[in-house]
């Protein structure tokens, strides 16, 4: 069962949607099916619920016993039982969503009253669920939420006798006219924000006409307008580093305003922005990520039931090591040791000490925390120990460590199919410099260091890249 529908399904419900799945399952107007209601409590009293990890709990037979205990085992009673078990939490996980959707209760509730000309109570009920709107934090969700309660409303006036106030349907119209711009801005926003991740053709001549008519529009001062607008301006204008600051400035003033999907999105790309510039060399982004991830950090938009995921950890410690703010990431590392969401968390933790203590020189320190147990993380946790190992021995200056070293992050390369072509650009250019370096004397003319500089430049894909760059020009000219 372990690979099933139904596993793969509960495995995206968390335990409190477990418990109420229970609940419902024990509801005779949902369910009569005693046996599913015995199904769904041997995941919760068995503990397989939410991660559905233990194959010998979730073999089948052990199941169909603990169900059906007086029963000799029936391969088609279990089949039966998974597919009615799935159809009831399909059910469920939609009931679930409209129970917990204050937006549904209220359009349906007001539509249901304006048809029976129940005029009092619909006004009372109409006024709540604008006051639940105003008091919301700006999203598209409160747009789309605002025009269908505006909807109703017209529709309400148009039907009914309702003395003292004017069908608006200059407003309606006003309001469809905001809403078709803002939803084809997050479009147009959402398809070239890719560009930071993939190679996208787009035609710019769309976004440059969206960005003008948003602009000059009276919906540009709302806070999430605003922040759509200047972002895809960002993307556009890739050279406009003061438009960059302008957004981040917006952002940090915005964030109690929009709602937190939102504000996680525009983190999201404005991480990506910033990493964008930084393969490509321009350092001063390092100051930028690192304001960008103490206002994730702020805003709880790392975390996911209060852990945060390794690879967060490590471009986090990385942004601040590469600022020389030693103090502030060992406090950082300190306050997070217990909250890293890994099997394997003292790993990870080690991992970033090591990290820091090469940044301050004390090699014998990172060796000692470079242990086996940082490979069993993730292969990039793989990659990355390996880089940070070459890297100890170049500047302890142990060249037979340091070629061995380098021979095996280049096996690992050419076996890596599992990562991306561009990690694999990164770290094949990574070792090409590195050998480079090696093979030069403390001594260089020139042009032999200015040869150097440039290959550097011309990596699109580097890893490593201001460490190189400090290595090449720490190289003496003759």
Same mark, same amino acid.
């Given at each position: #069962?372990?690979?099933?529908?139904?596993?793969?399904?509960?495995?995206?419900?968390?335990?409190?949607?477990?418990?109420? @799945?229970?609940?419902?399952?024990?509801?005779?107007?949902? *369910?009569?099916?005693?046996?599913?209601?015995?199904?769904?409590?041997?995941?919760?009293?068995?503990?397989?619920?939410?991660?559905?990890?233990?194959?010998?709990?979730?073999?089948?037979?052990? /199941?169909? $016993?603990?169900?059906?205990?007086?029963?000799?085992?029936?391969?088609?009673?279990?089949?039966?039982?998974? *597919?009615?078990?799935?159809?009831?939490?399909? &059910?469920?996980?939609?009931?679930?969503?409209?129970?917990?959707?204050?937006?549904?209760?209220?359009?349906?509730?007001?539509?249901?009253?304006?048809?029976? &000309?129940?005029?009092?109570?619909?006004?009372?009920?109409?006024?709540?669920?604008?006051?639940?709107?105003?008091?919301?934090?700006?999203?598209?969700?409160?747009?789309?939420?605002?025009?269908?309660?505006?909807?109703?409303? *017209?529709?309400?006036?148009?039907?009914?006798?309702?003395?003292?106030?004017?069908?608006?349907?200059? %407003? @309606?119209?006003?309001?469809?006219?905001?809403?078709?711009?803002?939803?084809?801005?997050?479009?147009?926003?959402?398809?070239?924000?890719? /560009?930071?991740?993939?190679?996208?053709?787009?035609?710019?001549?769309?976004?440059?006409?969206?960005?003008?008519?948003?602009?000059?529009?009276? /919906?540009?001062?709302?806070?999430?307008?605003?922040?759509?607008?200047? #972002?895809?301006?960002?993307?556009?204008?890739?050279?406009?580093?003061?438009?960059?600051?302008?957004?981040?400035?917006?952002?940090?003033?915005?964030?109690?305003?929009?709602?937190?999907?939102?504000?996680?999105?525009?983190?999201?790309?404005?991480?990506?922005?910033?990493?964008?510039?930084?393969?490509?060399?321009?350092? &001063?982004?390092?100051?930028?990520?690192?304001?960008?991830?103490? #206002?994730?950090?702020?805003?709880?938009?790392?975390?996911?039931? %209060?852990?945060?995921?390794?690879?967060?950890?490590?471009?986090?410690?990385?942004? %601040?090591?590469?600022?020389?703010?030693?103090?502030?990431?060992?406090?950082?590392?300190?306050?997070?040791?217990?909250? /890293?969401?890994?099997?394997?968390?003292?790993?990870?933790?080690?991992?970033?000490?090591?990290?820091?203590?090469?940044?301050?020189?004390?090699?014998?320190?990172?060796?000692?925390? @470079? *242990?086996?147990?940082?490979?069993?993380?993730?292969?990039?946790?793989?990659?990355?120990?390996?880089?940070?190992?070459?890297?100890?021995?170049?500047?302890?200056?142990?060249?037979?460590?340091?070629?061995?070293?380098?021979?095996?992050?280049? #096996?690992?390369?050419?076996?890596?199919?599992?990562?991306?072509?561009?990690?694999?650009? %990164?770290?094949?250019?990574?070792?090409?410099?590195?050998?480079?370096?090696?093979?030069?004397?403390?001594?260089?003319?020139?042009?032999?260091?200015?040869?150097? &500089?440039?290959?550097?430049?011309?990596?699109?894909?580097?890893?490593?890249?201001?460490?190189?760059?400090?290595?090449?020009?720490? $190289?003496?000219?003759?």
């Amino acid at each position: #069962m372990h690979d099933s529908k139904l596993i793969k399904l509960l495995r995206t419900l968390d335990q409190k949607t477990h418990i109420r @799945l229970y609940k419902f399952a024990q509801s005779p107007y949902f *369910n009569t099916s005693e046996a599913i209601t015995r199904l769904v409590n041997y995941f919760i009293k068995k503990k397989c619920a939410p991660i559905y990890e233990n194959n010998t709990k979730l073999q089948e037979r052990v /199941i169909f $016993k603990f169900v059906y205990p007086k029963t000799s085992y029936s391969d088609q009673k279990m089949r039966t039982l998974k *597919n009615k078990t799935l159809e009831l939490v399909e &059910q469920f996980i939609v009931i679930d969503k409209v129970v917990n959707d204050a937006n549904y209760h209220e359009k349906s509730l007001l539509t249901h009253l304006s048809r029976y &000309q129940l005029n009092t109570h619909y006004e009372q009920k109409r006024k709540e669920a604008q006051n639940r709107l105003d008091a919301l934090p700006y999203s598209q969700n409160t747009f789309d939420q605002q025009l269908e309660i505006n909807h109703i409303h *017209n529709n309400h006036l148009s039907t009914q006798a309702v003395r003292g106030e004017q069908v608006s349907f200059e %407003g @309606l119209l006003a309001d469809l006219d905001n809403y078709y711009l803002l939803s084809r801005l997050k479009y147009i926003y959402h398809s070239i924000n890719r /560009i930071f991740v993939v190679n996208v053709d787009f035609d710019r001549t769309l976004a440059e006409d969206i960005l003008n008519r948003v602009g000059n529009s009276n /919906i540009y001062q709302i806070p999430i307008v605003s922040l759509y607008h200047n #972002m895809l301006y960002c993307i556009l204008h890739t050279e406009k580093e003061e438009t960059f600051a302008d957004f981040l400035e917006k952002l940090k003033n915005y964030a109690d305003q929009i709602s937190k999907n939102e504000l996680n999105r525009f983190y999201q790309s404005a991480e990506n922005y910033c990493v964008y510039h930084l393969v490509r060399g321009a350092n &001063q982004y390092y100051v930028s990520l690192f304001d960008l991830y103490n #206002m994730a950090i702020d805003n709880q938009l790392l975390y996911r039931q %209060g852990k945060i995921r390794p690879a967060n950890i490590k471009n986090i410690v990385t942004v %601040g090591l590469r600022l020389e703010k030693f103090d502030w990431v060992a406090q950082f590392l300190a306050n997070h040791r217990l909250l /890293i969401d890994s099997t394997e968390p003292e790993a990870v933790y080690n991992y970033n000490m090591a990290n820091l203590h090469f940044y301050t020189q004390d090699y014998d320190k990172t060796i000692d925390l @470079l *242990n086996n147990e940082t490979y069993k993380i993730d292969r990039f946790f793989n990659m990355d120990s390996r880089i940070l190992r070459i890297k100890i021995y170049y500047e302890t200056q142990e060249v037979y460590l340091l070629q061995r070293e380098v021979d095996n992050l280049y #096996m690992f390369n050419y076996r890596a199919n599992q990562i991306a072509s561009t990690h694999q650009e %990164g770290i094949g250019n990574f070792i090409a410099l590195v050998k480079d370096l090696m093979n030069l004397p403390p001594y260089i003319k020139d042009a032999q260091k200015k040869k150097l &500089q440039t290959k550097l430049e011309s990596y699109t894909h580097l890893y490593e890249r201001p460490w190189l760059q400090k290595k090449i020009a720490a $190289k003496t000219s003759k």
